[in-house]
C-alpha cells in the first residue's frame, strides 16, 4: 500500500513538474559584456581613462619633483651642514608622504567613481531586462556567473538587451 501511495504521489509531482516546465521560459544576460559593449559603459570607461591620465600625469610630475630632491640630497649631503641635511631630509620624507597619500586618494576616487558609474548603468540595465521580461513572457532571467555550468545559446539575451539599450540611450 505505501508503495503503491508514493508511487502516485511521484507521479502526480512529475506531472506537476512537466506542465510547470512547458510554461517556463527562461534566459540569461552577460552583464559584463552589455558593462563592456554598451553605450554608457564605453562613455564609463572612457571618463574613467581620461581621469586616470589626468592623475598618471600628476603622479609622474610629484614623483619626478620627489627623485630631483633626493638626487640634491645625496649629491649636497655631505658638502652641507648638517642642520641643512636634516631640514633637507624632512621636506624629503613630508613629499613623499604626500606623494603616497595623492596615489592613494586618486586610486580611492578612481575605484568609487567606477563604482557609481556601474552602478547607475546596472540600475538601468536591470529595468531594461525587467520590462523586456515581462514584455517577451520570461519566467526567469539570470545574470551568467562561473557558476552556470551548462548554458544554451539560444536562452542568452545579452544582444537583445544591448540592442535596446543602445537604441534608447540614441532616442533619449
Known amino acids: 500500500m505505501k508503495r503503491v501511495l508514493l508511487t502516485s504521489i511521484l507521479a502526480c509531482c512529475l506531472v506537476a513538474t ?4 512547458a510554461d517556463v ?7 559584463q559584456r ?8 564605453i ?20 614623483q619626478e619633483n620627489i627623485k630631483k630632491l633626493k638626487d640634491e640630497l645625496e649629491i649636497q ?5 648638517d642642520s641643512a641635511r636634516t ?4 621636506e624629503y620624507q613630508q613629499r613623499l608622504k604626500e ?18 558609474l556601474t552602478r547607475k548603468i546596472i540600475v538601468g540595465i536591470e529595468k531594461i531586462i525587467q520590462e523586456f521580461g515581462r514584455k517577451n513572457d520570461f519566467t526567469f532571467i539570470f545574470t551568467k556567473n562561473p557558476s552556470m555550468v551548462f548554458t544554451d545559446d539560444k536562452a542568452d539575451i545579452t544582444e537583445d538587451i544591448l540592442k535596446i539599450i543602445n537604441s534608447t ?3 533619449g
Do not use: C, H, P
Open 18 to 21: 512537466s506542465a510547470f516546465a
Open 25 to 31: 521560459k527562461l534566459g540569461y544576460i552577460d552583464m
Open 34 to 41: 552589455v558593462l563592456n559593449a554598451s553605450d554608457k559603459g
Open 43 to 62: 562613455e564609463a570607461k572612457e571618463q574613467l581613462a581620461a581621469r586616470a591620465t589626468k592623475y598618471r600625469e600628476e603622479i609622474n610630475a610629484k
Open 77 to 81: 649631503g655631505m658638502l652641507i651642514s
Open 87 to 90: 631640514t633637507k631630509e624632512k
Open 99 to 116: 606623494f603616497e597619500r595623492f596615489t592613494k586618494d586618486a586610486q580611492d576616487e578612481l575605484q568609487g567613481k567606477d563604482a557609481e
Open 169 to 171: 540611450q540614441k532616442n
